[in-house]
């Protein structure tokens, strides 16, 4: 019923800029906050940043001053914006997004398959 799909990952230089999307579709009634996480090998899952339907962001100290996270509401898709990249950036990035569908109670939170990132020279 609902798909959330990344794009825009890849190879880029240290000091390099990368544009990640995140596209939500189906029989989507709302979508509240929806976020950017990321896993490096052999490391857990950590929050990049997350935006909710108002446009009210957060993010983690490690990007803070570098990445910039946007939505557009009604696309359903959510942007994440990387500047200033370093190596310790590399990781597969996931989009998460709570969302409720039509015709059902709850809020329930999706995730895509993941784009890679790699920050290497």
């Known amino acids: 019923q609902v798909q959330v799909v990344e794009s825009g990952g890849g190879l880029v230089q240290p000091g390099g800029s990368l544009r990640l999307s995140c596209a939500a579709s189906g029989s989507i009634f709302r979508i509240n906050v929806m976020g950017w996480y990321r896993q490096a090998p052999g490391k857990q899952r950590e929050l990049v940043a997350t935006?909710?339907?108002?446009?009210?962001?957060n993010y983690a100290d490690s990007v803070k001053g570098r990445f910039t996270i946007s939505r557009d509401n009604a696309k359903n898709t959510m942007y994440l914006q990387m500047n200033s990249l370093k190596p310790e950036d590399t990781a597969v990035y996931y989009c998460?997004?709570?969302?409720?569908?039509?015709?059902?109670?709850?809020?329930?939170?999706?995730w895509g398959q993941g784009t890679q990132v790699t920050v290497s020279s």
């Open positions: 935006i909710t339907g108002g446009g009210s962001t």
């Open positions: 998460n997004a709570q969302i409720k569908l039509f015709f059902v109670a709850n809020e329930y939170d999706y």
